[in-house]
């Protein structure tokens, strides 16, 4: 850990950006690309549990990714889906139960039920972590890489997350919050500028987008998240020239990931840290 973000977006604020060479710069930049591990280093464990977490510390993820969810009784967890049926025993609305009720759920045995190759004893039962605990394990220079699920399904969540990264005073220069929900950033913006927000974005097929959509999301994030299936080179370059960061979701393969960073991006979302790591290391 722990590369900063700050030399590119540096270059990028004084016109220096470190991209604007094309794709041969672009493969020198190979050891400054960010490694989120994308639920923790979830290829490998259940997704969202501190041992993920864990995994994806040692397997060279600069970021630790987390999805929030909110409980009943208003504690933020982490959890990808609005509902306890995939991830854990449980069915159900999460908002539906309080803490304590999901603290009793196995969040580790489906993991072991769906991918018998990878799946180990230790798992089993493990438990679904409170953003609380993952601030107490990892720290508050840790990188975290946080975003608001279903912010429309939880007023509040985002007030609530900043309360949490003041009580455990975690270090806003390591600390990302992303979001499909330009609403949900919005807020975020309002209540802290200081933190630095990431724009989700899904497409359904060739991506694109115009100099007024750059120039919005630049008004309140430092950077785009788009799903990496349907980029193309025009548009990594049109983003990263732009002066935001750039980071594709979910990216498996590691000829995929060579691409992407031939083509400029600035880091990426992954299942497999271990794989993106020997990329940056040129294996
Ligand atoms: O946050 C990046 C990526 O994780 C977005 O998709 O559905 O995996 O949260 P999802
Ligand atoms: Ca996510």
């Given at each position: 850990m722990k590369r900063k973000m700050i030399s590119v977006i540096g270059a990028a604020v004084i016109g220096?950006?470190?991209?604007?060479?094309g794709a041969a710069l672009a493969k020198d930049m190979h050891k400054e690309i960010e490694n989120v591990s994308h639920r923790g280093a979830s290829a490998y464990a259940p997704e969202h549990t501190i041992v993920s977490y864990d995994m994806g510390e040692k397997m060279h993820g600069d970021f630790i990714e987390v999805d929030l969810q909110m409980t009943k009784d208003g504690h933020l967890i982490a959890m990808h889906?609005?509902?306890?049926?995939r991830t854990t025993n449980g069915s159900g609305?999460?908002?539906?139960?309080t803490l304590e009720e999901i603290k009793q759920?196995?969040?580790?045995?489906w993991f072991n039920e769906k991918y018998p190759y990878a799946?180990?004893?230790?798992?089993?039962?493990l438990k679904v972590p409170t953003l609380e605990e993952v601030f107490r394990k990892f720290g508050k220079n840790n990188n975290y890489y946080i975003e608001t699920k279903s912010p429309d399904v939880y007023p509040g969540m985002e007030k609530e997350l900043l309360r949490l990264v003041e009580k455990y005073n975690i270090n806003k220069d390591r600390l990302l919050v992303q979001s499909f929900s330009s609403q949900s950033l919005q807020v975020m913006n309002e209540l802290d500028p200081s933190i630095k927000l990431v724009q989700l974005i899904s497409y359904k097929s060739n991506a694109e987008i115009t100099d007024a959509e750059i120039q919005k999301i630049k008004e309140y994030a430092m950077g785009i998240g788009p799903?990496?299936?349907?980029?193309?080179e025009g548009y990594v370059q049109k983003v990263v020239n732009s002066g935001l960061e750039l980071h594709p979701y979910t990216v498996n393969d590691k000829e995929r990931m060579k691409l992407l960073i031939d083509w400029g991006v600035t880091g990426m979302f992954t299942n497999h840290p271990d794989l993106l790591h020997e990329v940056k290391k040129g294996r």
């Open positions: 220096l950006n470190a991209f604007g060479g889906d609005v509902t306890l049926d609305s999460v908002k539906d139960y759920l196995d969040a580790g045995s799946a180990k004893a230790e798992y089993e039962g799903n990496h299936t349907y980029l193309n």
